[in-house]
Each structure stands twice: as structure tokens, then as C-alpha cells.
């Protein structure tokens, strides 16, 4: 017996990739939007996903990317290329995809556990790979052409780092690795640079949401927008 994806929120679906999320949104005009792409691996497990909630890969109208790292940007060329989904991104990552790279330099987050995975990715760097077109560039603020998803420049884990505002519900929030949610709600694991990921933390407090949804860590279904306030108070 399959399980279907998990629904977090109204027609928004959890993707459960093995130690990532993805995302499906279901869209007014019965197609479907997919946000990140998981591991190299992670594509039929996409796919049956979207066969799971009585759909087909052509239902698939875009595919929209928090930021570049190969645990997001994975499958996302075998996505590409079984559907007719173009990509949206923020140019400062999509210049890089489009040229085959995944990582820029990293260091950690505030604490000992993050330092550790800092330095356990120093020591296993991305490795160039295929390039991949991305076909539309996102700027801060601008609201996508899909159920008004609006992005939100978040630069910190990545200098083209998108987290994304869904307003349905109360408003789902797509945080992509700008935090985590665990064993409670935190920081992201790495930075290109962690002062400009305090602020992009501050930038999330300070917005109305009532679900969170994380690429690492458990959904918040219900006041989430308050608990951010709470975890960075600077922001409020």
C-alpha cells in the first residue's frame, strides 16, 4: 500500500526524500507546483508522488528552487526532463546551475553540531556536475504567476536564497534552508555567510504566516509566524 504525501496544508503536499523535503502545491487550474527537487535519486519518488495524489507528470507546470545545493537541485534535471515544468530562481544561484555548479564555500551556524557539518562538507566538496537551464529569474518581492506565490530574497544559506510565501490559509511559508525544524525550531545548518542569514531570519519574523514548511525538520502547522517571532525577537 503506497502513502500518499503528506498534507501540511490546504492542497500543499510534503515530499519526504531522506533527510529533505520537497514540496507540491496544487494550483487553480488543476496542474501542480513543485518546490525543490530533492537528491540525484530522488526522481521517481517525486514522480510517484504526483501519480500518489491521482495526477500525471504533465500536470507538472513549474518547479521552483529555494537555492543550488545538490541535496535541493538533485533529480532536478530527470524532473526537467519526464514533465514539461520550467524552472524559476533567484539569478545569483541560477547563474551557477546553469553552469553545472552546486556549492559555493561554507561555514557553520551558531554551535558545535553545525560547525561539525560545516566541516564534514569541507571535506566532501560538490563536484561539478550537468549543467541545467533555468528558465525564469526571481527577484525579491516579485509574486510568481502560480496561485500568487510570492518570493522572498533570503540570502545567508546561499547568496540566492528564496524562501516563498504562499497566501492560502493564513500564508504557508516555504523556508527552505534559511532554518530547521527538529528538535525545535533554529538556524540553518551552513552559511556562505551568517550575518546576511540573521537577517534573512529577521526578514521571516517579521511576515504573516500561519504554516512553516522545512526542507530539513517537522512542518509547523499552526502558528508559525509566532513562533519565529519568538525564536528571533530582534525581528519583531
Avoid at 507528470?57 to 535541493?72: E, F, N, Q, Y
Avoid at 500561519?210 to 519565529?228: L, M, S
Wanted: with cysteine.
Amino acid at each position: 500500500m503506497r502513502h500518499l504525501p503528506k498534507a501540511i496544508a490546504t492542497g500543499v503536499y510534503e515530499i519526504g526524500l531522506g533527510g529533505v523535503n520537497a514540496f507540491l502545491i496544487d494550483l487553480d487550474d488543476g496542474g501542480l507546483l513543485l518546490v525543490d527537487a530533492g537528491f540525484p535519486r530522488s526522481g521517481p519518488r517525486i514522480g510517484q508522488a504526483i501519480r500518489d495524489l491521482g495526477r500525471a507528470p504533465s500536470d507538472l507546470r513549474a518547479v521552483v528552487m529555494t537555492h543550488l545545493h545538490g541535496d535541493h537541485t538533485g533529480a532536478l534535471a530527470e524532473v526537467k526532463s519526464r514533465t514539461v515544468a520550467e524552472v524559476w530562481m533567484h539569478p545569483a544561484d541560477a547563474a551557477l546551475v546553469r553552469e553545472g555548479v552546486f556549492a559555493r564555500p561554507l561555514e557553520p551556524g551558531p554551535g558545535l553540531l553545525r560547525s561539525g557539518i560545516a566541516r564534514l562538507s569541507a571535506l566532501r566538496p560538490a563536484k561539478p556536475g550537468e549543467p541545467i537551464a533555468v528558465e525564469h529569474e526571481v527577484e525579491d518581492g516579485e509574486t510568481l504567476p502560480f496561485a500568487g506565490l510570492k518570493a522572498v530574497h533570503t540570502p545567508g544559506h546561499t547568496a540566492g536564497h528564496l524562501a516563498l510565501l504562499l497566501p492560502r490559509g493564513g500564508g504557508v511559508l516555504f523556508v527552505g534552508d534559511a532554518a530547521t525544524n527538529f528538535v525545535r525550531l533554529s538556524w540553518g545548518p551552513i552559511y556562505e555567510d551568517v550575518a546576511q542569514g540573521r537577517e534573512s531570519l529577521a526578514k521571516l519574523a517579521a511576515l504573516d504566516f500561519e504554516v512553516a514548511a522545512f526542507a530539513h525538520g517537522r512542518a509547523i502547522r499552526a502558528r508559525a509566524g509566532e513562533r519565529f517571532r519568538a525564536r528571533w525577537p530582534s525581528a519583531c
